[in-house]
């Protein structure tokens, strides 16, 4: 394949053996990588390629490089307006496919070229993964569950297919399969901050039912994701099989050293609760949101400090106002080193959704990368406010064309 561009002089962060690459060449053959070549060690073919074709080539000291960051929990069709989750899935399922829309755009803006939708209303998320991948805009790399998975009058209830008993279970993992899922998406306890009367102790699906999930779901070839606060939901997932908890507000030290053994991932998706709580009068949520959120962060942060000790696999996600950054940071808070935090959104996110040429930079992987103006690894917010390319696909795009495109609304 032709070289298409080069990125000269940047401090890549590639995320494998590599380690850092102080002015690095970065270069791009289509939509995958040609490698990343250290100063004084560009091959002579491709240096004559640059000197004869220096507007493909983009020079950029100083700035840092890193590998297209992935959000492993979001939620497209919720972001971006204001109200209780209630409040923002509330009319017509028509009206959300275009908030989802101006959603990816953004999220691409924020430098996330891949990322896993656990739930929305109708499965929009399906339809947003489809439109996106036949081009008729750009976007993330979708990895969408369809419908999240509940008991009926369960958390999470006006996004959900609900039902009750293992058989019913079944035929929900099966229907969001004939939808056509990527992953599968339960919700086995309550929650914090979803609706103002509900118990985030309470496990809501039982033993059977979770097994019935995973049985279904694995047997299609598709993970599975289960929201999961207390340690009762949590152990009950592991050992139905999931894949990963997310959440795990509660986690005790059983349940972390379960997740550790068995390999379980963990998204904590801790800024979500931080962003509520301390701006949730911004993202215009209501008061007893807010309450909850501060009332669950303490604990929050102590279930991470857990998994962290007990050296549970962690990926990054954002839920629905975090940042991708600041969860970092907050790993890093917990115990992480930067660089473990940074693969958490990168390297291993990718394996935790089993997308293995994604999450690196490196000889033939896709062409995903984030130019940053600021060195990640000494401050992990620099992922959050530095952003100034992005490059999914070997399309480069700058952010602030994005932003502008989604003029008319506020971004809270």
Known sequence: MEVTKVIRGV?????????????ATVVLRGNRLGGVHPDGQLPAELTSWADAHPEQVLDLPGRYVIPGLINLHEHLDMHNVRG??????????????????????????SGVTTLRDLGSKDATNIVIR????????????????????SATGGHGQPLCAEGDGADA?????????????????????????????????????SDEELRAVVEEAHRFGLRVASHAQPPAAIKASVLAGVDTIEHAAFLDDECADLLAERDVALVPTIDDSYSVAYEGERHGRPQWMQDNAK?????RMASLVRAVKAGVRLGVGTDVVGKMGREMVHMVEAGRTPEQALAAATRDAAQIIDVPDIGILADGMLADLVVLGRDPLADLSACDD??????????????SALIATC??????
């Open 11 to 23: 401090t890549a962060i590639t995320m494998t053996d590599q380690g850092v690459v102080d002015r």
């Open 84 to 109: 209780s989750m209630h409040d923002r899935v509330s009319g017509p399922t028509v009206t959300l496919v275009p908030r989802a829309i101006r959603n990816a755009l953004l999220a691409l803006a």
């Open 130 to 149: 489809d439109i996106i991948d036949m081009g008729q805009f750009i976007g993330p790399r979708v990895v969408a569950c369809g419908q999240m998975i």
């Open 169 to 205: 279970m079944r035929h929900l993992a099966r229907l969001q399969h004939k939808r056509g899922a990527d992953v599968i998406k339960v919700c086995a306890s309550g929650g914090v901050v979803a609706m103002r009367r509900e118990n985030p102790w309470a496990q809501q699906l």
């Open 295 to 299: 009332k669950s962060i303490e604990l």
């Open 386 to 399: 530095s952003i100034e390319l992005v490059v999914r696909d070997g399309v480069t795009i700058r952010p």
């Open 407 to 412: 003029a008319g609304g506020d971004i809270v």
